[in-house]
């Protein structure tokens, strides 16, 4: 803007918080004087914040600190940049076969359908959620539901 003795209040800025970026210059420069883009639109209004939803039954509502307010932004931050990637994890699943085994039989034969794995692992999660619920949580505003 020195450079070429312009006046920065004839430039439309389109940087964050109307501010004036390199980009705009150079733009407002290739355009002869006049920018060769509209400028970004005047920030509205903060939108009114959601109403915090109710409560289910057994449910809990806990205040988030001002620490876990700023880990969750950046969580949610990487997690909307970063890419998504799979992990696999081994598991002895020998006591869990052997347990199928003995109970196949009788199960199939009292409810007419085969003893699958998924039943054991519904099993495993619900017991795994209800002793430690805060993995089950839900973010809600500034606060976790339980």
Sequence with gaps: VED??????????TGKDGRLTKGDVLNFLEGGGSASRA????????????????????????????????????????????????????VDMTNLLACRNKYKDGFE????VKLGFMSFFIKACTTALKEWPAVNAEIDGNSFIY
């Design 109 to 112: 034969k009292k409810h007419g």
């Design 4 to 13: 070429k003795n312009l006046d920065p209040s004839k430039i439309p800025a």
């Design 39 to 90: 400028a970004a639109p005047a920030p509205s209004a903060p939108a009114a914040p959601k109403p915090e939803r109710e409560l289910r039954d057994g449910e809990e509502r806990v205040k988030m600190s001002k620490l876990r307010q700023t880990i969750a932004r950046r969580l949610k931050e990487a997690q909307n940049t970063a890419a998504m990637l799979t992990t696999y994890n081994e």
